[in-house]
């Protein structure tokens, strides 16, 4: 409701801008149209004018604005981007959700750095078109991507708990404390990103990697059949069976990231 209350406000200039070029226009012809012809229309001609000059700009850069908005919406980035663009081009400042656009856009193209500056900004304030939580995340798995562990825990840590991302946290806090050696550390937040969405199989595979890596095949079996469990429509999923036979032959699971960081 936050989100489209905001567009709505965004709309209210221009439609007091059109109201009052329509209601001046009106006023000004009936006013001196009669008394001097050509010096009223010359007036009422002008004042139309320079409203539209006033009114296509700013027509403009609110069609920019949620073109963006629904691009966005559509995980279209690229042309979201290309839309802010516009949106300055016709003089329109950057606000903290075009921040996050352009953050989102730049992360998808492998741009980290130029991510992490717009991220960052993003932040500063309370715009209510910014998924919050999320760009935290995106945030810190710009600074994990870019092995700044110790910043990306610091931002991961700002997520308030509860939120429909926390899985995405714990499961790259868990990676951060993998690349650190910390075996105890990152097998607790796997296990903690499956608590929170059980259906989240990168944390499952990088768990089950922990316990192929001990030798601990009694845990392997255990947390696959506690994911079998909680999700019975994919119990009986091929890439699962292949797991349990790679455990079962006492063999450490291939490193690789089963997420796509964004």
């Known amino acids: 409701m936050a989100i489209y209350l905001a567009l709505i406000a965004r ?37 139309m004018l ?3 000059a006033a009114i296509i700009p700013f027509a403009v850069r609110m069609s920019t604005f949620f073109g963006a908005q629904r691009a966005a919406n559509n995980d279209e980035w690229d042309l979201a981007d290309q839309r802010v663009t516009l949106y300055q081009a016709w003089g329109g400042t950057l606000t903290p959700s075009f921040h996050y656009v352009r953050g989102v856009a730049a992360a998808k193209r492998g741009d980290f750095r130029t991510a992490l500056a717009q991220l960052q900004a993003s932040l500063d304030g309370n715009d209510p078109l ?117 455990i079962d032959r006492r063999e450490v699971l291939v490193d690789f990231e089963p997420f796509r960081l964004e």
């Open 50 to 52: 320079g409203g539209m």
């Open 130 to 246: 910014i998924p919050k939580p999320l760009a935290v995340y995106q945030l810190g798995a710009c600074h994990y991507v870019l092995g700044d562990y110790d910043l990306a825990l610091q931002v991961l840590r700002k997520m308030p708990e509860g939120s429909r991302y926390a899985q995405r946290r714990d499961y790259l806090i868990g990676r951060i404390a993998e690349k650190r050696g910390d075996v105890a550390t990152a097998a607790a937040s796997f296990e903690r990103s499956l608590a929170e969405d059980s259906e989240f199989t990168p944390a499952l595979y990088r768990l089950l990697r922990l316990d192929t890596m001990r030798g601990d095949a009694a845990a392997a079996h255990k947390h696959l059949a506690g994911f079998r469990r909680n999700n019975p429509r994919q119990a009986d999923a091929p890439y699962l069976t292949e797991i349990e036979k790679a």
């Open 11 to 47: 709309l209210s200039p221009l439609l007091l801008m059109m109201s009052a070029l329509l209601v001046g226009t009106r006023w000004l012809h009936d006013r001196y149209v009669p008394r001097h012809k050509v010096l009223g229309t010359i007036l009422t001609a002008a004042y």
